[in-house]
């Protein structure tokens, strides 16, 4: 095959890699294995850490189709960014293996199988089966296409609605579907929960445990044990909390999934008999019996018989029952041909049942099976991509951490610097070759401190610790200093800002054609028998499932609002009269007006028996905003039609006489004050439409000539700590975003509800078009609440061009999630400038909210997404950090639950994130710091051949280093949110200034302290070896030693006070007690051996006796050094950006780019055109976009 022979497979989606063959060379292994013999292994370690590499050294190139070990990178072009490839490799394996990481490597599996097996297939068998697997996906080498392929299920074929009743209908033979489970495997999402071997050597084979391991055998060759020990103590509790939660984790997925996954099914075979049969050994194409007490569903179906009443919270999180009505065959249609569209579960989904969602009950007519034909099996389903999205997460990269890989390979540099230069000076005074070798090394392991990843970890446990207190529980702690970076927010508004459901404010009847005054309810004697009630009464879409009422939430409370009583025929009932009964639904008792007593008697019964039948339902359609019924009255020869809807639609169905003169004020005055409005009306029917007629006529021969009845006022109340959560993040700056799947209107009256929207801001809606009969795709440009009285009062004030800060601020966009995909895939250029400002996002669907999140990122937010679990799920892990308000299973994917169910968790999240990053911060400060410090000593004392003693080392290593660290994170978050914002990483002026400044400092005080005790008059070289013990073979006791160590010991405490920052992100160090009482501790115990030697200690210790005098010096020399210190950080902290601003600006702008968002808002708020005018419209160019997709503004006015 041709060297450039890579394909791209999953094109155009979010995992699209390249796809390269190899296969094994001989000649490479060998060389590999020899290599890694002369290395002690050490190859076969960076082979593992660099698959990519790996493949290269032991692989040759050859063509796809026929290579045995597959290559792919990862794209990730996901049309904003290119991010770089990440490698995806493995082991040879001939079985599936399950993808560990992002890293594997595939080999292809060919199988041969017996012919037999595919009798009565039209198509003869192939040969061979090529495919790998990776997370969880299989992908089979297609030879026609010459790529490989993701088989996902019935949809790959393009079926047309009417070949699923013709032609996937009537169920697979037994062989058939033998042959398609080759293709398809099992039906099961099976989570491996890996073994806790695998998990532990996955874990310690990261570089940095290694580099530790190295450390540690250094140590111990040198005799230094004791920090070892400490080293390898903290290494193992660090290791066997990780792998607890990593396991947790999947145990906890692992038991979510296998909750309902495995249940009995009865599948129609070909020749229409019906077995039962175990749900996973269905495959794309059974056709499989849902019985009628209901199930969980075990794949993604379609209904071709019956209608299913499904809970799909598990996927919506919406706990409303949903109606699901067989696939409409349209060859039987009166239209015929034209309508016959492709299958698709998102177009179709009206009629799907997806996998993990509750069938209630089923309900179908004259004793036939609800049947559903199976569309995708295990991974493929939607409860499977789920799963997979948990399993397979998206690798969020940080900014902090590859800083802080970055800063210690600049400390590896300064260790290589020091090892040469130790070992040129023992060769110039010809050391032993074994000293030589343990003491270079040892100046690495001194650069670099193997206990940097505890100290770094101190702070976030602290933190996760902190927030398990607050009923917030945290999966990723890594992901907490994320938290601490966010500056956009997106909620969820259901269930989320507000509660759930809406609730009866009341109802405003008309009587002659005025409006009558506002009535809380509708519950009363004198109303029992009005239109208005009748129509509350019956105009809905209820059923009663075991006893209980259910459906749509609005129609639930409006109809308990009327205290009526709804009663359904039996199934008996619909059997036997081969139609349907009416649903049949009548007033309470004690509302009835009492009967006067007559003689008559049985005359009163009937009276009395007032009951409305439901003839026909139209059901209500998002597209029509309005729904209607057909009813009878018992006893009634008429028909009467009720109609409820948004009330624009129900009155331009009314007629003009019946409608309040006021109607327009009177509605938007509701709609203002965020009320949901809806409108009722009614209409006599003629007596020709007889019951016969009514099952068969267009509903819009029923909608017309009604006459208005009034409105019903619903509200969505407010969550009461919604307002002030969102005011506390806007003063902080943190922009906030609704995302919801309820619509436009009612979204953006809660956005002004609850502060996200000021009063006086203005909204727009973008409204988008596809492409349709070749005209281009378009973009409708509307305000929202009536433009025309907002503009006059703009237009007074846009006329001086506003300032920058002001014109930013005054408008926002709002958009459904329709629009959204338009704009997505017409309008690249156009979709970062709306991303900008818009606030309201309505009607999206799961996979819009997580498009929306990586929208954002594109353009450099940082993105947090509050939501209540379930359909948000994507979103949720998507984002840099999710919290979920709910327990519900979907919640495993996101990083944090909260145990409130509102959303102050955010910003108390947002603080503690802000706290731990800080405390990240100054934990690396001091950790860089205590490592140059001891390099300076160490390189000082090399010098002279000396060194710091063993209990030296192990005192300033474990009680004032690792004492320091671990009490230095403890300081609490800051009470409120500020406005200021964090650096982003470790690179960043203020920080580099003040680290390199401070070990300037630290570096002059050493060695003006070594050069000084050389001068002193006391100072004999002759007798500085005389008086010491001869058994000294390491030279450490004498005078340098005892200096250095006791200016070393008073700089690291220097440093740690000097670092650990307080405001305005945390509580000031003077409140974090366990640091105050540790450092002046160790401050009162160093004064005291300075000042009053114990001969005890200084044996221990190998500290020498010098002179009163050379102490008091040195306590002199200890003080400046912390005015020094302590001058320069706050000097750097406020003249920083005085000083530097001019001439960083310079240097840093090349470096720092400012965040995409801020260029854009830049640019905008020098455009002329933005933001679009009203009711102007823009239009793609009519060619399929570009990349940067051009486009023009016209004018349509």
């Known amino acids: ?73 990862s794209t990730v072009r996901t049309r904003t960014r290119t991010q770089l490839p990440h490698q995806f490799c493995g082991r040879k394996h001939p079985r599936t293996y399950t993808p560990s990481s992002a890293q594997k490597h595939t080999h292809m599996h060919a199988h041969t199988r017996n012919p037999k ?6 198509t003869p068998p192939p040969p061979q089966i090529r495919y790998f697997t990776l997370h969880s996906t299989k992908y089979y080498w297609n030879d026609s296409a010459q790529n490989f392929e993701v088989l996902t299920g019935l949809e790959d074929l393009d079926v047309k609605c009417s070949s699923i009743h013709s032609e996937h209908s009537g169920g697979l033979s037994k062989d058939q579907q033998e042959y398609r489970r080759l293709f398809f495997g099992v039906n099961e999402i ?41 080293i390898v103590l903290m290494s193992v509790i660090s290791i066997a909390t990780s792998l607890y939660t990593i396991k947790k984790q999947y145990v906890m997925l692992h038991d979510m999934v296998l909750a309902h996954s495995i249940v009995r ?19 794309p194409g059974d056709v499989m019996v849902i019985p009628s007490n209901g199930t969980v569903m075990p794949c993604d179906a379609v209904l071709i018989s019956g209608t299913c009443i499904v809970n799909e919270s598990m996927l919506t999180g919406e706990s409303v029952p949903v109606t699901k009505t067989n696939l409409p065959n349209p060859l039987q249609g009166e239209k015929g041909e034209e309508c016959d569209t492709v299958y698709g579960t998102e177009e179709h989904k009206r009629h799907t049942l997806f996998c993990g969602t509750n069938v209630i009950q089923t309900r179908f007519y004259t004793g036939e099976l609800v049947k559903a034909t199976v569309v995708r099996t295990g991974f493929s389903t939607s409860k499977g991509q789920l799963v997979r999205s948990i399993l397979y997460p998206k690798p969020t990269d940080f900014k902090l951490y590859r800083d802080a890989y970055l800063f210690l390979l600049c400390l590896v540099g300064v260790a290589g610097v020091g090892f040469i230069y130790s070992i040129v000076l023992s060769i110039m005074n010809n050391v032993p070759a074994k000293t030589i070798v343990v003491k270079s090394l040892d100046i690495i392991t001194i650069t670099v ?101 259910s459906g749509d939430p609005l129609d639930l409370k409006m109809f308990e609002a009327t205290g009526w009583i709804l009663e359904e025929p039996t199934e008996e009932e619909t059997s036997l009269h081969n139609r349907i009964m009416p649903t049949v639904v009548r007033p309470p008792k004690q509302l009835l007006p009492e009967p006067a007593m007559s003689p008559e008697q049985d005359m009163v019964c009937l009276s009395t028996s007032y009951e409305i039948g439901i003839v026909r339902q139209f059901p209500f359609s998002s597209a029509l905003q309005r729904m209607s019924v057909v009813v009878r009255l018992l006893g009634e020869k008429r028909m009467d039609a009720y109609l409820k809807g948004a009330p624009e639609v129900v009155a331009s169905l009314c007629k003009r006489e019946t409608m309040p003169q006021d109607f327009a004020e009177v509605l938007e005055d509701y709609t203002k004050q965020g009320f949901r409005v809806i409108a009722l009306a009614h209409r006599r029917l003629e007596s020709r439409l007889t019951w016969h007629r009514v099952q068969n006529i267009n509903r819009d021969h029923i909608e017309t000539n009604m006459e208005f009845l009034g409105l019903i006022i619903m509200q969505n109340k407010l969550k009461c700590e919604t307002p002030g959560v969102l005011d506390v993040l806007r003063q902080a700056q943190i922009r906030t975003v609704m995302v919801t799947g309820d619509n436009m209107l009612t979204a953006i009256s809660v956005a002004r509800d609850c502060g996200m929207i000021p009063p006086q801001d203005r909204v727009i809606i973008a409204d988008a078009l596809p492409p349709k009969d070749g005209q281009p795709a378009r973009i409708n440009w509307q305000y929202a609440d009536n433009p025309s009285k907002h503009m006059s009062k703009t237009d007074i004030e846009v006329s001086p061009r506003p300032l920058l ?89 996101s990083p944090f639950t909260s145990r409130t169910p509102n959303i102050s968790c955010v910003p108390d999240l947002i603080r503690e994130g802000r706290a731990a990053l800080v405390t990240s911060f100054c934990v690396f400060k001091f950790m860089a710091l205590y490592s140059m410090i001891q390099y300076i000593s160490v390189t000082l004392l090399y010098y002279i051949l000396s060194n710091l003693g063993d209990f030296q080392f192990l005192f300033i290593d474990i009680a004032i280093i690792l004492l320091i660290v671990f009490t230095m994170s403890l300081n609490p978050a800051w009470r409120e949110l500020v406005s200021r914002r964090l650096p982003l990483g470790l690179i960043s002026a203020p920080l580099l200034v003040s680290v390199l400044s401070q070990i300037l400092i630290c570096l002059a005080f050493q060695s003006l302290a070594f050069l000084m005790v050389r001068q002193q008059g006391w100072y004999d070289l002759q007798v500085s070896h005389v008086f010491f013990p001869l058994e000294d073979e390491h030279n450490i006791q004498n005078y340098e030693n005892t200096t250095l160590f006791y200016v070393s010991s008073f700089q690291y405490l220097i440093v740690a006070i000097v670092f650990s ?22 401050y009162v115990f160093l004064f005291f051996i300075m000042l009053y030697p114990v001969s005890a200690i200084d044996e221990t210790l190998d500290i020498v006796c010098v002179p009163y005098s050379w102490r008091v010096t040195l306590v002199y020399i200890v003080l400046g050094n912390a005015a020094v210190s302590v001058f320069m950080e706050v000097s750097v902290r406020l003249c920083l950006p005085c000083w530097f601003g001019p001439c960083c600006m310079g240097l840093c702008c090349r470096k720092v780019p400012k965040a995409r968002y801020m260029h854009l808002a830049q640019e905008l708020s020098v455009d002329p055109d933005w933001p679009p005018k009203p009711t102007t419209i823009t239009e793609a160019k009519p060619p399929p976009p570009p990349e940067n997709g051009s486009y023009q503004i016209m004018s349509t006015s």
């Open 190 to 230: 099976a989570v491996k929960v890996p073994s806790l071997f695998k998990l532990l050597i996955k874990e310690v084979l990261n570089p940095f445990y290694i580099f530790q391991l190295f450390s540690v055998i250094l140590w111990c060759s040198d005799e230094y044990y004791y920090y070892a020990m400490t």
């Open 1 to 73: 095959g041709s060297m450039e022979d890579v394909k791209i497979v999953n094109k155009g989606l979010e995992d699209e890699m390249e796809l390269s063959g190899y296969r094994l060379c001989r000649w490479k292994l060998a060389l590999v294995a020899l290599g890694m013999l002369s290395t002690g292994g050490f190859l076969l370690l960076l082979l593992y850490w660099m698959p990519e590499w790996c493949v290269k050294a032991t692989c040759s190139r050859t063509a796809v189709r026929d290579a045995q070990v597959v290559l792919l990178q």
């Open 1061 to 1082: 920052k307080g405001k305005p992100f945390r509580q000031p160090s003077y409140k974090n007690w366990p640091f105050v009482l540790s450092v002046v501790s160790l």
């Open 117 to 122: 097996s595919y009798t009565n297939m039209s």
């Open 265 to 283: 099914v009865s599948v129609c075979r070909a020749d229409n008999e019906i077995e039962e049969t175990m749900s996973t050994d269905l495959v």
């Open 449 to 549: 401190p193997p206990a940097l990843p505890a100290a770094l970890t101190a702070g976030i446990v602290y933190a996760q610790r902190r927030l398990k207190k607050m009923g917030i529980f945290c999966i990723s702690p890594q992901r907490i200093n994320i938290c601490g970076q966010l500056n956009l927010v997106c909620f969820d508004k259901t269930g989320t800002l507000t509660e759930d459901g809406l609730d009866l404010w009341g109802v405003q009847r008309v009587e002659g054609s005025s409006f009558h005054h506002t009535e809380d309810n509708a519950f009363k004697e004198s109303l029992v028998k009005t239109h208005f009630v009748a129509c509350m009464a019956t105009c809905h879409s209820l059923t009663k499932i075991e006893g209980q009422l």
């Open 805 to 893: 800060d002001e014109s930013l601020e005054r408008y926002h966009f709002a958009m459904s999630g329709k629009s959204f995909t338009v704009i997505t895939e017409h309008f690249q250029d156009l979709l970062q400038k709306l991303v900008l400002h818009g606030t309201v996002f309505a009607r999206m669907a799961p996979d819009q909210k997580t498009q929306l999140v990586e929208t954002l990122q594109s353009v450099d937010y940082f993105v947090g997404m509050c939501g209540d679990g379930a359909n948000d799920c994507g979103a949720l892990k998507r984002a840099h950090s999710g919290i979920s308000l709910s327990e519900l299973e979907a919640s495993v994917a």
